[in-house]
């Protein structure tokens, strides 16, 4: 089985990433324009040819043509001269294309459940008091019986909180009318932003994002995420739930001979910026700990001060592009950046990083014993693929041809917290409409006892189908960190 794969040298010079180390994470940075988007295809070429299926996050739009086999442009052929490189052919990688919109690939969606509270609150910049009224939700939904798979039962949930805080608030707590509002606001701008179409079904499989084709390639599944730069928040909520649900569902295998999955994270700057501190505390035990589910997580981002310390310091093999030092504070970060490469007594690292040109980088990655090789000044191999999109024609060719295509094109809507809750609604309101008056002692204890047999009967009903979907709501994010468990 292959075990490493290069990508980049000069000069005769190779550096190797060994694929038994892979999944101990990975970082490329550098300034805009000097080449990190190239090195990034490289990259996950080298994983598919290994046999390692790729998630990556397309943020600027340019990464599908990997899909296609690249073409012998004068730039291209000058590098290989440079690398003295004869065994090179163009070839296009097996692509899947993914949109969390549905616009420019496959939908991708997940339940308001399995979101969680932590993350959702997130999402919606709620404060404190209004994240606790969250919790409260989804633990009296999870109380009554009721599924959340959409906003639209987040709403209709929210909304039967307020309107029952008084009968609620002796188990629940206080349930402020001020605080539901502002989620429920918080909601209507997510769904102006088309965020909405994120929550309901079918979910994604996480098994889709792990194949392999027949050749033996990894596959590549490209998320285009142009229309999230604008929405940071969306962005970074639903990378981070992705690694939540990795670490989560996969078994444990310790360091396998190579990784099962890679993912690959471009302007990670977007997601830590103005994350709480408790949610990078989770994202750093994820991190940490998602190596032995076999998982190689790699950011890609300008400066390696973008990532956070804590995590940054778990991001072993690393790309360093060229960075800009024309004023007091770029020279602070081109040393600091020099600092997080391990030192090679025939380069002046510090010095290299300012005078590196576009497509070159300093390497250094984890050898077969697990330690940084001293870094080293290198050319980035071309890709075999495509450099630049593809064709709004070729990506829709490509959609229909997908295996894909009748699995999550089309939603599902099936009977949730929304639909039960309306149906409780309108057996009470045909209740009033059809009982004589009486004394309004009399009406209030009939009311509630309607109520409390609709309740139960709803109530029973919903339960039923839970039992049968072995699921429980109350999942929150990363539950077997926080103590809680799946069911």
């Given at each position: 089985m292959q075990k490493t794969f290069e990508f980049s040298g000069a000069q005769g010079k190779r550096a190797s990433l060994n694929l038994a180390m892979a999944n101990r994470h990975g970082l490329i940075t550098g300034a805009t324009g000097s080449g990190k988007t190239v090195t990034l295809q490289t990259l996950v070429e080298g994983f598919s040819q290994a046999g390692v299926p790729v998630f990556v996050t397309d943020i600027k739009g340019d990464l599908s043509g990997l899909a296609k086999p690249g073409e012998q442009s004068s730039k291209i052929i000058a590098r290989l001269e440079q690398l003295s490189l004869n065994a090179y052919s163009n070839r296009p990688n097996p692509v899947i294309l993914w949109d969390l919109f549905g616009k420019k690939g496959h939908p991708v969606r997940t339940t308001i459940s399995d979101m969680g509270p932590l993350l959702l609150s997130r999402l919606l910049d709620l404060n404190g008091t209004q994240t606790a009224i969250l919790y409260a939700c989804f633990k009296i939904a999870d109380d009554e019986g009721l599924l959340l798979l959409d906003m639209k039962d987040l709403r209709s949930m929210l909304s039967w909180m307020a309107e029952n805080r008084k009968s609620l608030q002796k188990e629940y707590g206080n349930i402020s009318s001020a605080?539901?509002?502002?989620?429920?606001r918080g909601l209507l701008v997510l769904?102006?932003?088309?965020?909405?179409?994120?929550?309901?079904?079918?979910?994604?499989?996480?098994?889709?994002?792990?194949?392999?084709?027949?050749s033996g390639n990894g596959v590549l599944n490209?998320?285009?995420?142009?229309?999230?730069?604008p929405q940071p928040k969306l962005y970074s909520t639903?990378?981070?739930?992705?690694?939540?649900e990795l670490f989560e569902k996969l078994p444990e295998i310790g360091?396998?001979?190579?990784?099962?999955?890679?993912?690959?994270?471009?302007?990670?700057?977007?997601?830590?910026?103005?994350?709480?501190?408790?949610?990078?505390?989770?994202?750093?035990?994820?991190?940490?700990?998602?190596?032995?589910?076999?998982?190689?997580?790699?950011?890609?981002?300008?400066?390696?001060a973008d990532i956070p310390v804590s995590i940054a310091g778990q991001l072993s093999n690393r790309i360093q592009h060229a960075l800009r030092a024309f004023t007091p504070k770029d020279q602070k970060m081109v040393k600091a950046a020099a600092q997080t490469l391990r030192s090679n007594p025939k380069i002046n690292t510090e010095q290299a990083i300012s005078q590196l040109t576009v497509g070159e980088a300093l390497v250094?990655?984890?050898?077969?014993?697990?330690?940084?090789?001293?870094?080293?000044?290198?050319?980035i191999f071309p890709p075999q693929s495509r450099i630049g999109p593809l064709t709004q024609d070729e990506r829709q060719q490509h959609l229909t041809r997908s295996p894909l295509v009748s699995q999550y094109d089309v939603t599902i809507d099936r009977e949730s917290a929304h639909e039960i809750l309306k149906q409780r609604a309108e057996k009470i309101a045909r209740f009033e409409d059809n009982v004589k008056p009486v004394r309004k002692a009399t009406a209030r204890t009939e009311k509630s006892q309607v109520e409390n047999l609709v309740g139960a009967m709803a109530k029973s009903a919903v339960r039923t189908i839970g039992t049968q979907l072995g699921r429980q709501i109350v999942r929150g994010f990363l539950g077997s960190l926080l103590g809680g468990k799946r069911r």
């Open positions: 605080s539901v509002a502002a989620i429920q769904e102006q932003q088309g965020a909405d179409q994120f929550f309901g079904e079918p979910v994604l499989q996480l098994g889709d994002l792990m194949q392999v084709d027949f490209l998320l285009d995420a142009t229309s999230l730069l639903f990378l981070l739930w992705l690694l939540a360091d396998p001979e190579k990784p099962v999955l890679v993912l690959f994270f471009d302007e990670a700057h977007l997601i830590f910026k103005n994350a709480p501190d408790v949610l990078l505390d989770k994202v750093e035990q994820v991190v940490r700990l998602i190596r032995s589910k076999g998982v190689g997580v790699y950011f890609v981002s300008q400066t390696p250094s990655v984890l050898d077969e014993n697990g330690q940084p090789s001293p870094v080293e000044q290198l050319l």
